[in-house]
C-alpha cells in the first residue's frame, strides 16, 4: 500500500516531522528527513495492524486536495 506523507521542517524540534492525513494521528519524527520516513513507515505499519486487529477498515488514498485562496 502506499500513502501520501507530509513531511516538513519542525525549527523547534530541530528535525522533520512527517503526518499522514489520510490515517488521522498517524505521525513521526527524525532529526533528518530519512529518519523521519524511516519512522513514519513504522508508523504506518502499526496504524495498519491496530486497524485490523479492532477489524476497522482502512481509509482509502482516494480523496481530492484542492487548494483555496483566501
Known amino acids: 500500500m502506499k500513502f501520501k506523507v507530509y513531511v516538513e521542517y ?3 524540534y ?4 512527517a503526518d499522514v492525513p489520510t490515517l488521522p494521528g498517524c505521525m513521526s519524527q527524525g532529526k533528518t528527513e530519512d529518519e ?3 519512522n513514519i ?3 504506518i505499519v502499526g496504524y495498519l495492524k491496530v486497524l485490523k486487529k479492532h477489524k476497522r477498515t482502512i481509509p482509502s488514498e482516494e480523496v481530492r486536495y484542492i487548494t483555496v485562496g483566501v
Not at 530541530?14 to 516531522?17: A, L, R, S
Request: without cysteine; hydrophobic residues 45%; charged residues 45%.
Open 10 to 12: 519542525d525549527a523547534e
Open 41 to 43: 513507515k513504522e508508523a
Open 36 to 38: 523521519a520516513l524511516k
Open 14 to 17: 530541530e528535525g522533520f516531522v
